[in-house]
């Protein structure tokens, strides 16, 4: 069935990169490619406005700005409401707290134009006060949550409508993250990574909530039994200091290499044997492990949020208690003893990402909820029963 095209206004607080652009800039890539019109909302000097050049047209004039800001929230409300009073978006997709509060208000004032979502990326608590009900309930039509236990939490929570609620995963790209042993070869070539040398890869923010320290603990453990075993960490964040003391501590410095921030992801994870995502907050939907799964990699992964979604324990890499060393342990272990395994538990891990997590599906599903919200607005103006 051919669904007809929309303008759709996607709106983003951030000024960096991270999951949250990286889901906002996946969306508008993969509905341009249906052919529907996107504009994408934002802070002037965001990194949205680069990386959507060609995609979606740039709506760059917003602050956006935390806290009580009269000034700032005024002129916003402005920029908002005359956006949407003289382009009449389709659906209006806000994905933060300051650009959610500016579209919802402003597209109140002008009459409810546009059904108005919000997508939920993480686990932060939402305090249950007049403000968040008034917010969520009256002026927010629907909410679309990264993963199902968050959706589930925010099901039996007053500031929602339980109704109102759907879990959709972000989605990768499966074409680009996909085995390749030329590229294979190139990586850890580059990183220094020797033939029989295992490697275990993450890919995160340098922070508390990803849980480096215990991956840090375990190989230390495994230092004797498990001489080749290997680190490889991508990210940048406060802790950088903090956890190369810690791998000098535990005698490991040598076997792990910081890599910091790289934009060609795609070629650095073929150097992984494993991947690691021992997160202990925070993550919902995780796309550096959903994208080493693509490439054919088994993951290592906490049940924190929404992490026990993607993979099966056992089947496409194996799952562990959030904020534990010893099932970090075994599992390093388990895979790093048993190539055999990780071929097999790799090739489960794509088919997994072609199945549920690839963009395609992404998108597919929240162009499918659009559409349902323009059919419910037809509805309530015609006065038509479902």
């Not at 790209?173 to 190139?186: G, I, Q, S, T």
């Not at 349902?372 to 029963?385: A, D, F, Q, V």
Request: net charge positive.
């Amino acid at each position: 069935m051919t669904l007809p095209t929309l303008h759709i206004l996607i709106t983003d607080p951030h000024l960096q990169g991270g999951g949250q652009v990286r889901y906002v800039t996946t969306l508008a890539a993969g509905l341009h490619a249906l052919g529907h019109r996107v504009t994408v909302g934002c802070r002037s000097g965001s990194v949205l406005v680069g990386q959507n050049t060609g995609i979606a047209e740039a709506l760059d004039r917003f602050q956006f700005r935390g806290g009580l800001r009269p000034r700032s929230w005024a002129h916003d409300l402005r920029e908002a409401s005359h956006f949407i009073r003289r382009e009449r978006p389709d659906i209006i997709h806000v994905n933060g707290s300051q650009d959610h509060w500016t579209m919802a208000v402003a597209n109140g004032m002008s009459g409810r134009a546009a059904p108005l979502l919000r997508t939920r990326h993480n686990t932060y608590t939402v305090a249950a006060n007049g403000p968040n009900r008034l917010l969520n309930r009256r002026l927010t039509d629907f909410q679309i949550v990264v993963c199902e236990s968050v959706r589930q939490t925010l099901a039996s929570h007053p500031a929602f409508h339980a109704d109102r609620l759907r879990a959709i995963h972000n989605g990768v790209d499966a074409d680009l993250y996909r085995p390749d042993p030329e590229a294979r070869r190139k990586a850890r070539s580059e990183f220094g990574c020797g033939d029989r040398d295992i490697v275990c890869g993450i890919v995160a923010r340098l922070v508390p909530a990803k849980g480096h320290a215990f991956l840090f603990q375990a190989v230390a453990a495994l230092k004797e039994t498990l001489p080749d075993l290997r680190v490889l960490a991508f990210g940048q964040g406060v802790l950088e200091s903090e956890l190369r003391r810690m791998a000098d501590s535990l005698g490991i410095s040598s076997r792990v290499r910081f890599a910091g921030f790289r934009n060609d992801m795609h070629f650095c994870v073929q150097a992984f044997d494993i991947g690691a995502q021992p997160s202990i907050d925070c993550d919902t939907s995780s796309f550096s492990m959903k994208e080493q799964m693509a490439a054919g990699i088994p993951v290592i992964a906490s049940d924190y949020g929404g992490l026990g979604e993607i993979i099966d324990d056992g089947v496409e890499g194996m799952l562990l208690p959030a904020g534990t060393v010893p099932p970090m342990i075994e599992a390093l272990r388990k895979l790093a003893s048993d190539p055999d395994l990780r071929t097999t538990m790799g090739a489960r891990a794509r088919q997994r990402v072609l199945a549920e997590f690839s963009q395609e599906v992404f998108v597919r599903r929240t162009a499918e909820t659009y559409h349902h919200l323009l059919k419910e607005r037809l509805r309530e103006r015609t006065g038509e029963t479902p």
